[in-house]
């Protein structure tokens, strides 16, 4: 019981962490380009866990290589896209939005794995859709932040999709660096030869480098070690039901903080949205999710490594 009520507790601190972060990351990337900050957040994220565990190169081989950068490439353009969308909109639509790969990986396991789809995945996204109507409707409108924003659950959701197909069986620990490194990779592409504002520019203050710090060390790399140890002891579904928390963490911080008001609109749709995610997470009785290779359990629709 001890032990689950600090898994517990760990869990709902690294929701809270990546929450903060969404709010965080909105200040800093208006004081650096957000390929810049994305850059030495994966890099730092990337490198701290090859330090921690550098006896992981001996997985590495051309399939496993090959299967890492793909998956990487995935989330480094989910991670661009979420952050351009956190760019032109605020940090609790971005968490309201960035939530939706909960509701949208098994219809993509669906449609590409041909896995049979739940009744209450249909009802999540049923609720999703409504509650992002409600946002979008409300005045928020379908521009580029908006597009962007949808892309970025996408492409997280089709990312989960392709490592729930790849990873039994694997590393999962040299399978994440693989993925950090080439995101690392793909935003540093994007520093130096954005064509709007070429060249890597470093933060212009403490501040910022801190963001950073604080989004590569906690929201990534020790994120990545409570969720694993986490999922060791508990459920696979809980854990995700304590992580959906996340965006329920960002617009809390962003309004303490001053950063934004929620309109009634924001607060009935972001609420659909978080239901959405409870019913699409909520394990069905007597079933409990575990991977292939049995020793650790999958979590259906979530990947540590989103955030």
Request: proline share 4%.
């Amino acid at each position: 019981m001890k032990r689950n009520s600090l898994a517990v507790f760990a869990l709902v601190s690294v929701a809270a962490s990546w929450g903060f972060a969404f709010v965080w990351m909105k200040d800093a990337i208006e004081r650096q380009p957000y390929f810049d900050f994305l850059a030495l957040r994966f890099t730092i994220a990337a490198v701290l866990m090859f330090a921690i565990r550098p006896q992981l190169i001996r997985h590495f081989n051309r399939n496993f290589m090959v299967r890492g950068v793909l998956l990487g490439l995935a989330l480094g353009l989910g991670y661009v896209t979420q952050t351009i969308g956190l760019e032109l909109s605020t940090a609790a639509i971005t968490g309201f939005f960035t939530g939706l790969y909960i509701v949208l990986t098994p219809v993509f396991a669906w449609l590409l794995l041909r896995q049979v789809v739940a009744k209450k995945v249909l009802l999540g996204v049923i609720l999703a859709t409504i509650g992002l109507a409600t946002i979008t409707l409300g005045g928020l409108g379908f521009d580029v932040g908006t597009f962007s924003l949808l892309a970025c659950a996408i492409l997280f959701a089709l990312h989960i999709v392709g490592l729930g197909r790849w990873s039994p069986g694997r590393d999962t620990y040299a399978l994440t660096v693989v993925q950090l490194a080439t995101v690392a990779v793909v935003c540093w592409i994007g520093a130096l030869f954005n064509t709007s504002d070429p060249g890597f520019q470093s933060p212009p203050d403490t501040d910022v480098w801190n963001a950073v710090l604080f989004c590569a060390v906690f929201a990534t790399a020790i994120a990545f070690f409570v969720q694993t140890w986490a999922q060791s002891i508990m459920d696979a579904s809980r854990v995700a039901i304590i992580l959906t928390s996340e965006v329920i963490f960002a617009a809390l911080f962003a309004v303490m903080l001053g950063q934004e008001v929620l309109s009634l609109r924001t607060v009935i749709g972001g609420s659909l949205m978080v239901v959405a995610m409870f019913v699409v997470e909520w394990p069905t009785k007597g079933k409990i999710q575990q991977s292939d290779a049995g020793s650790n359990p999958v979590v259906p629709g979530y990947d540590p490594m989103v955030h």
